[in-house]
């Protein structure tokens, strides 16, 4: 199952290879922005009156939805991409101005 996955995410890159790198960079944001969209649809399923059965079953499929959709974005935007969203996310980062370098 991961083998024809990686093969599919493989081939839909490669594709987007053909494409200008402006093209590419908003197809990655667009698919990162539409990951978070899939994130909130967790909340909206979890308030909504359908049965728990359901809900189980449609807040596991946001949640799958949503790894892969931050994935396949963060695959097409790049390393630099992954080093910013991570450094972001550094609490030592977070009270720091431009010209200080953080504690390591």
């Known amino acids: 199952m991961l083998d024809i996955i990686k093969k599919k995410v493989i081939s839909i890159v490669n594709k987007l290879d053909k494409v200008g790198p402006a093209r590419k960079r908003l197809v990655g944001i667009v698919l990162i922005v539409l990951s978070f969209a899939f994130y909130a649809g967790i909340a909206l399923v979890a ?8 809900k189980g079953i449609l807040s596991g499929s946001c949640w799958v939805c949503r790894e892969i959709t931050f994935w396949m974005g963060a695959i097409i935007l790049g390393r630099e991409f992954i080093v ?18 953080p504690f390591r």
């Open 84 to 101: 910013k969203y991570k450094k972001s996310f550094n609490p030592l980062n977070w009270y720091q101005s431009k010209k200080n370098k």
């Open 47 to 54: 308030m909504s009156p359908i049965p728990l059965d359901s």
